[in-house]
């Protein structure tokens, strides 16, 4: 997991210095096996670094090139920010259901724009609607969403909870390829 998404590495403890992501990391025999995309740093931590195996860049590159987009990757068509940390009062949506009264809590992800035709604008999610589960999940923040999508299949339906006007509905949404919208 890197920031939250779930993703195919290497992990190697080849030196990464700032400035190195994008570039190659290449075996003992001058070949290239991945792209550098992150590094670790911390107190128990030194020298970690990771990268894109080049077999998963080459099919990227090989789809960009033939199809302008990469294929077979669902798409919701929503663009999130995570949700902002507020004081809950007894009486709203989350103080019901997580039985909290005046606490500093954040759940969901905030909806800051809806695709056109996308399977979101289909299922009728709008701006401003909060996603709080997928396929009866728990959200609590943008990464989960994205997780959760790229778990199912493109035509696959899902059910997504959200909250609008302090009020929760279920919508479905069956998604579609993503094809660089």
């Known amino acids: 997991i890197l920031d939250g998404s779930k993703m195919n590495l290497i992990q190697t403890n080849a030196a990464i ?27 128990d931590i030194e020298g970690l670094g990771f990268a894109i195996p080049v077999n998963d860049v080459k099919n990227v590159i090989s789809d960009i090139l033939n199809l302008g987009y990469v294929s077979g990757r669902p798409f919701l068509g929503v663009s999130l920010t995570d949700s902002k940390q507020t004081q809950v009062p007894s009486n709203s949506i989350w103080g019901i259901l997580y039985g909290q009264s005046m606490t500093t809590t954040s759940y969901g992800a905030y909806v800051t724009d809806v695709i056109p035709n996308s399977a979101a604008d289909e299922a009728g999610i709008k701006v401003d609607d909060q996603i709080i589960s997928i396929n009866n999940e728990m959200i609590s923040e943008t990464s989960q969403v994205t997780n959760a999508i790229a778990e199912h ?15 929760m509905l279920t919508v479905e949404a069956t998604l579609k390829e993503y094809k660089g919208e």
């Open 17 to 43: 210095n700032p400035g190195n992501s994008g570039g190659g990391l290449f075996n003992s025999k001058g070949e290239l096996v991945g792209i550098v995309v992150a590094k670790s740093s911390g107190l």
């Open 153 to 167: 299949e493109i035509g696959e339906t899902v059910k997504i909870g959200i909250v609008r006007d302090n009020k």
